[in-house]
Each structure stands twice: as structure tokens, then as C-alpha cells.
């Protein structure tokens, strides 16, 4: 009776040490690869370690279009540049960027 209430005792320990493992393989979803750039706006600091995003200036093919404004940067592609109190920290890298700008006078926003 005893070897058998230390069997059972074995399987329940085991069985719940693997059930987590198993759970958590499974209910960790996995993080999107694309950036929604639509809801970068804002105040925007530009940093060189530990970015919410890395971004490349480009002139072709942007994936969002940049507009520099000193006042209400309220709309997607309206970036204005600050030192403290950012809403976005940003990366400019040349390769391997979360996506890529243009840099624009008029009409920003998603491509």
C-alpha cells in the first residue's frame, strides 16, 4: 500500500512538473513581425541604445511618410522632435530595420 501511494505520488509530481511546461508552449503567443505604423506619431526622440523601433530613412518605398512639425503631432506620420518625454524612442539604423520612412513636406501618413 505504501509503494503504491509513492507511485502515485511519483506520477502526480511529475505530471505537474510537465503540465506548465506543456501550457506555456502553447499559450505564449508569438510576436507579430509587422510594425503598425500607423500609430507612430507623436513626440519622437532619437536614441542610440534600447529603441522602441529601428527605422531606416529611405526615398523609395516607405512604409510610412515622415512630417517634421513643430506643434500637434496628432495625426499617423507626424513626428515632432523632442529630447525628454518622448512617446517613441527611435533607432535610425541602415540595416535591419522594424520598417522604413520618408521624409516629407506635406501629406504624411501610411503609404
Do not use: C
Request: hydrophobic share 45%.
Amino acid at each position: 500500500m505504501l509503494k503504491r501511494a509513492i507511485a502515485v505520488g511519483v506520477i502526480l509530481l511529475l505530471g505537474s512538473s510537465l503540465w506548465p511546461t506543456a501550457l506555456r508552449s502553447e499559450a505564449v503567443p508569438s510576436p507579430s513581425p509587422e510594425v503598425d505604423v500607423s500609430k507612430i506619431y507623436g513626440r519622437i526622440q532619437f536614441v542610440d541604445h534600447f529603441p522602441d523601433y529601428k527605422v531606416q530613412v529611405v526615398e523609395n518605398f516607405p512604409d510610412l511618410r515622415v512630417q517634421v512639425v513643430d506643434h500637434f503631432p496628432d495625426a499617423p506620420g507626424k513626428w515632432q522632435i523632442v529630447e525628454h518625454f518622448p512617446d517613441f524612442k527611435i533607432q535610425l539604423v541602415e540595416h535591419f530595420p522594424d520598417f522604413k520612412i520618408k521624409y516629407v513636406e506635406h501629406f504624411p501618413g501610411v503609404e
